[in-house]
């Protein structure tokens, strides 16, 4: 939220190296600063691409902090479909893609774990394990803008270490008149329906702002609804890579021990709504009250067939499985071959997850004579998940002896690995579902409730005259906010019924879906679900012994004090103005869990677990805007910044037991005694304006983490709580008091520094021939000596030290655009170099991933009617991934891929009215 104080408000082909776009914004900027010394820049009223540009400059160039911003165009028009990809755009920010969306957000280099995000200036719930927000659940409709704040101030309550990105809804009484806008799009994905999803989506929209009573009450109400096809082709191969010896395969070779390629097939629909109602009776009271509604379901079948290399009955293979023509490259790595005697499945893996968010707020601003302005303000969010997934297990019947086959395969480390099998798997008649080496099935149903509620006091007091000629007003304030999180997960095995293996009916068959990306044939899809319910059983539950300890309530109450003197002064001469204040923050975290016991009694091995403390943090932070000439503006900023644990972090739940040989216990699970991740951070940015029109910008950050979070083993843990009453087996020794507990824990920091350099410039600056172009580009370069473990991604990431997850060592962006007598043209890239990337795997759990660097490139071309009866009117075509690019990750080295998928193009056309 940007600051309001009076104070403030007075200070009113696309392969880019660092060289190059060093060079080029340098050039941009010198040309254009020619150019403008013999021209006064136009005053215009801007509409379109141009507004959005100039509205995000302003913000950008009026704040005291260093900060990003995105405006929309228009009400109800992001400048993507996504608000993920339109945050992803900017200068020192990073998506990572999720079911062919961008979902989640890096700043500079970290992952999301360390930035916060809210909505209207209020911190946000969310309805993964974690505090990150997934923003393809925000329709970017229903936004009027975002505000990043790379540099912390005191005012800032609920900040990030990494930043702070603010999403903003429109405000009705900043509009001068009545404005309606309806948008519909309709959508097609590239690689067309399968099994029983189309291909086809759609979205549409709707707003409506106006004023009342003499324009003393506001309204703003808005609708968005999506529905988005799922296609996704995959090929998959098992972790870990490893040397191990195999029959026929090079000794001392890295092999894998299965592989699978699947298409993915689904939809997802979301709908939102926003409302907001704006009390200004008197210019001294503004009362504002904003609500926000998302609910959004997933629902997605992978129909996948499945090979194991080591096991086809027997483990391992009993007859072997063997190698003919094997072939391994010069790093050691298995490359392909053909294997014998293996006995593959073909599997239905189904998925559906609602979400829904809620997040409603009551501010009041009051102006008093004496110049105090007091805001009072009072929020609430909840978000729930709720998940089904269910997996069925097929392969040919074994009646009359195994049919074992023989399948030649290809791993490919920068495509898609192909798999090309002896028998056919095409005939639903032949499929059985049965007892596999992953049994015949298996489901969970895991639901997350995050809610929380809060408030703040603050306010601000102007001084007659300045403070030591530097200080020109207070600000002080308050907040607390309450926060309980907390997460279910049963689960079981999906079993064959009285009737016993079957075929699945045709009454339930979709149809047979094309594998042939991967050099299969086609296979049978069908409706999951319905054969759960008429041939299987399943019972999930949570009190098995290995399933206890899924289950936690974590809960934090967070209370947050700060002051900041807002400066408006000079220094040698040059005007200077800011903020100086110091946030103290203090934070009762708290769990509840249950763990399992084996040494008790039967009926007694469930028992309750509790645990957590209370961390004060103070948090000092000091930003400096100088105004030089030639509007020109240098920023320095120092702060202490902090960022809370993971919440999935925080759960006291455990796995324990004792070793009945020694008398040793051991355990491993969450840490409630955490302590929140902690950095000093440097910033400095030069930035050149041209009005509001253009800026080009150089800007670095250095930060020292004092602490970095990850999993370690304490080998002195005191157990004395958990091996209370023990009783030994006969001839076992008494249980020890200390013992190994496997857990988050904070270990060594690091520095992290980066540099980033940004421009956005309409090329008419440099020539009027030109008009109607322009240019918006950034480069970030970072690094980092911070190395971290994490023993639950061995298997994908190793065991040994790692870089910093999230962090990409070069991203770039880079938008050309064109618009002009209503014609509007944009393409957009966004590239980011290799990074280690987080995902779900099947246990619910988060698991790391070396992910290949990716380029994505969008196309929006349009036309608005600005004039006659069609007058509003705005046509749209857009093209999603225009290249197709696909994710990939790898096992340490490339040649050792573990997924590729591709989830094509995403193509949209439709219209705008605005009236």
Known sequence: MIDSSPAAQRRSAWRLSQVAVGCSLLALAAAAQAQTQTQTLDTVTVAGIRKGIEDAISVKKNADAIVESISAEDIGKLPDVSIAESIARL???????????????????????????????????????????????????????????????????????????????????????????????????????????????????????????????????????????????????????????????????????????????????????????????????????????????????????????????NWPCNPACNWTQSSTNANGTQTGGTITNVYPLVRGMYNKREDEITAAGWNNKLSLDNGITVVADVHFSKAKRNEL???????????????????????????????????????????????????????????????????????????????????????????????????????????????????????????????????????????????????????????????????????????????????????????????????????????????????????????????GKTVTDVLPSMNLAFSLSDDQTLRLAVARQMARPRVDQLRSALDFGIDKATGKPGASGGNAQLDPWIANAFDVSYEKYFGSKAYVAAAAFYKDLKSYIYTQSNQSYDFSKFVAGYVPPAGSPAALTTGTYTAPYNGQGGKLKGVELSASMPLSLLSKSLNGFGLIASASFNSSNIKVKDPESASSVGDDFITLPGLSKRVYNLTAYYERDGFEARISQRKRSDFIGEIGNFNGNRTLRYVVGESIVDLQLGYTFNQGMAKGLNLVFQVNNLGDDAYRTYAGTKDRPLEYLKWGRSYLIGAGYKF
Do not use: C
């Open 91 to 313: 200068p020192g920010l990073s998506a990572q893609r999720v079911a062919g969306r961008a979902q989640v957000i890096s700043v500079r280099g970290l992952s999301p774990d360390f930035a916060t995000t809210l909505l209207n200036g209020r911190e946000l719930v969310s309805t993964g394990d974690n505090r990150s927000v997934e923003f393809d659940q925000y329709p970017s409709e229903l936004l009027s803008g975002v505000t990043i704040y790379k540099t912390p101030d005191a005012g800032l309550v609920g900040q990030g270490l990494s930043g702070t990105i603010d999403m903003l809804t429109v405000r009705p009484l900043n509009f001068g008149s009545r404005v309606v806008s309806l948008n519909a799009r309709g959508q097609h994905n590239s690689l067309g329906s399968a099994a029983n999803a189309s291909a086809n989506g759609n979205r549409f929209s709707a707003s409506y702002i106006d004023q009342f009573a003499n324009k003393t009450v506001g309204v703003a109400i808005g609708f968005a609804h999506q529905e988005t096809p799922m296609q996704e082709n995959q090929v998959g191969l098992y972790e870990p890579w490893k040397k191990e010896s195999r029959p026929g395969v090079q000794a001392g070779s890295f092999v894998s021990d299965g592989i699978k390629a699947l298409r993915r097939t689904g939809k997802t629909e979301r709908d939102g709504v926003m409302g907001t109602v704006e009390f200004r009776p008197f210019k001294q009271w503004t009362s504002v009250v904003d609500g926000f509604w998302s609910k959004a379901k997933q629902v997605d079948t992978a129909n996948q067939f499945e090979l194991n290399l080591q096991y086809n009955g």
């Open 389 to 611: 997934s269910l997996e069925n297990n097929s392969q040919l019947s074994p009646v009359g002896g195994v049919p074992y086959d023989t399948v030649k395969l290809d791993f490919s480390g920068s495509g898609f690995s192909s798999i090309m099998p002896s028998l056919s798997y095409s005939d639903p008649s032949k499929l059985f579902l049965r007892g596999t080496i992953y049994g015949s099935g298996y489901g969970k149903v895991p639901r997350v409730e995050d809610e929380l509620n809060g408030f703040k006091l603050s306010s601000n007091i102007p001084l007659a005259s300045p403070l030591a000629g530097l200080i020109s007003d207070f600000d002080i304030g308050l907040s607390y906010v309450d926060r309980s999180k907390k997460k279910r997960q049963p689960e079981g095995n999906i079993n064959v019924g009285a009737q016993g293996d079957t075929i699945v009916a045709s009454d339930l068959q979709y149809g047979l879906v094309d594998l042939g990306f991967a050099g299969l044939g086609k296979i049978p899809s069908w409706n999951v679900p319905g054969a759960v319910d008429r041939y299987m059983s399943f019972k999930p539950t949570d009190t098995e012994s290995y399933l206890v300890s899924k289950a936690w309530d974590v809960q934090e109450k967070t209370t947050t004090a700060f002051l900041r003197a807002n400066i408006d002064s000079s220094f040698a001469g040059v005007p200077m103005r800011g903020n100086l204040g110091l946030q103290m923050v203090s934070v009762e975290q708290s769990s509840r869990a249950n763990y399992w016991d084996g040494t008790a009694a039967t009926g007694q091995q469930v028992k309750p677990v509790t645990d």
